[in-house]
């Protein structure tokens, strides 16, 4: 795979991002973004043939505008719930402009989700640190060392794995909670509460499969 148009990356369930925080502070971890709203679009075509193939198709806006493309992706030899995958991003001008080409070209929204993210790097690893309106969770991304280096670091050796896309995990609360949510938006999450061992569950449940 293309090492400029790939991702390796791990999602972690956290409850609590302030103790993560603190330690990427304590270990002198560099604040690469100040936290920020992000407004995430994810398309699907005339077939709804790009979720079904696990192709992601997303627009985003937070201080900028930047379209990405993820094709299917897989789990490196040995790893646990790491994946690694193709990814294309490009950054654009106008966000609106883009949506309404997207419109145009076939594409319609299949998915709008919002999230609050700031980001650090920890030695040549990237952390992300998220706020959904369904939970908080951690993204660690490099390689599969460095992304296992991470997760001792910040302590997070009992967080629930998840290799799966927030578009995927809103499928599993949607499933599991009978929802007819059609985004994933703070405002549409207001009055929800998550089951407490949802997340645990769910990595449970992804880790029996394999």
């Known amino acids: 795979m293309d090492s400029a148009h790939s991702e390796t990356e791990l999602k972690l369930y956290c409850e609590n991002l302030m103790p993560v925080r603190r330690r990427l502070e304590s270990m002198g971890a560099r604040l690469q973004g100040e936290r920020v709203l992000e407004r995430n679009l994810r398309y699907e075509d005339a077939a709804n043939s790009l979720a079904a193939r696990n192709i992601v198709l997303r627009l985003r806006q937070d201080r900028r505008a930047r379209l990405t493309l993820k094709m299917p992706g897989a789990s490196p030899p040995g790893s646990d719930a790491i994946l690694q995958r193709f990814e294309a991003e490009v950054e654009v001008s106008d966000f609106d402009t883009v949506a309404l080409i997207l419109e145009r070209l076939g594409y319609q929204v299949q998915l709008h989700y919002e999230k609050y993210r700031s980001t650090w790097a920890l030695g040549t690893a990237e952390i992300a640190l998220d706020e959904l309106p369904c939970g908080n969770f951690v993204e660690i991304e490099g390689d599969a060392a460095?992304?296992?280096?991470?997760?001792?670091?910040?302590?997070?050796?009992?967080?629930?794995?998840?290799?799966?896309?927030?578009?995927?995990?809103?499928?599993?609360?949607?499933?599991?909670?009978?929802?007819?949510?059609?985004e994933l938006s703070f405002d549409a999450f207001a009055n929800i509460a998550m089951p407490p061992n949802f997340y645990a569950d769910l990595a449970n449940s992804h880790s029996s499969l394999e």
């Open 146 to 182: 460095q992304i296992e280096h991470a997760v001792m670091a910040l302590a997070l050796e009992a967080a629930p794995r998840l290799p799966m896309s927030y578009a995927v995990i809103f499928d599993e609360i949607q499933a599991y909670l009978g929802l007819p949510l059609h």
